[in-house]
């Protein structure tokens, strides 16, 4: 049981909760699925699109561009003087809604990876339940919206309602499916974002 306990400590730490938490209080009101407001602008040409906020252009190498590009995904520099967001790592869905927000230096790449395994985990594991985009309860009538689940909880403790159960050092079971710190930290980006 103590094992169980520092197993699951130490994959809350891997969680960017304090960046989220501070997303919540700063004054631009960026929530997570939802539309970006406009001043972040749109998806580039029907694509996620992963916006990078920083105080100049260019804001990333072409390395990171292709990166991204190679994966059907687009990189945007969003030019912008606010402190609290200068950094900011936030990804578009193709429609315009906010899927993640990262902290300064997030490789853009990993961040849209981490998003599409968790979109694949969560289609696979829990749909059938919280239906693919989280916003119905067609499985009993006390399931809990996952829709704008990402505004009221940290990673934190979204991980925590999902009762991951440690297997092993590097092995959690939710609802007798097995995942790896990498996965589970996949889906909750995911679950976050619905
Ligand atoms: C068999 C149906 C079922 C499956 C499959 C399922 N869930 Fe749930 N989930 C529920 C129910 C029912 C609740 C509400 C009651 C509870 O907390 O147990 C819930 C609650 C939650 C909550 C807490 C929501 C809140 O606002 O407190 C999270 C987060 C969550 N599930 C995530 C997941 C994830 C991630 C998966 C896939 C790994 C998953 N669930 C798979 C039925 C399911």
Not at 29 to 52: I, N, Q, Y
Not at 145 to 150: A, N, S, V
């Amino acid at each position: 049981m103590h094992g169980a306990r520092i197993g699951l400590c130490a994959l809350a730490a891997v969680l960017s909760l304090g960046y989220s938490q501070a997303l919540r209080e700063s004054p631009l009101e960026l929530k997570l699925g939802a539309p970006a407001p406009a001043w972040l602008g749109k998806p580039e040409a029907g694509k996620m699109t992963v916006l990078l906020i920083s105080s100049s252009a260019p804001c990333a190498s072409e390395q990171t561009r292709l990166n991204l590009d190679k994966r059907g995904a687009a990189l945007r520099c969003v030019v912008e003087k606010t402190p609290a967001m200068s950094g900011a790592v936030i990804l578009l869905d193709a429609a315009g809604v906010v899927r993640a927000v990262a902290p300064a230096r997030t490789d853009p790449a990993a961040l849209f990876e981490r998003w599409r395994m968790g979109k694949a985990l969560f289609e696979q594991a829990c749909a059938r339940c919280h239906t693919e985009d989280g916003a119905d309860e067609f499985y009993s009538y006390n399931i809990k919206r996952l829709r704008g689940i990402g505004n009221r909880l940290s990673h934190a403790e979204i991980l925590e309602r999902t009762n991951p159960v440690p297997m092993g050092p590097n092995q959690f079971s939710i609802r007798a499916f097995l995942y790896s710190k990498e996965e589970l930290d996949a889906l909750i980006t995911y679950v976050a974002g619905l």
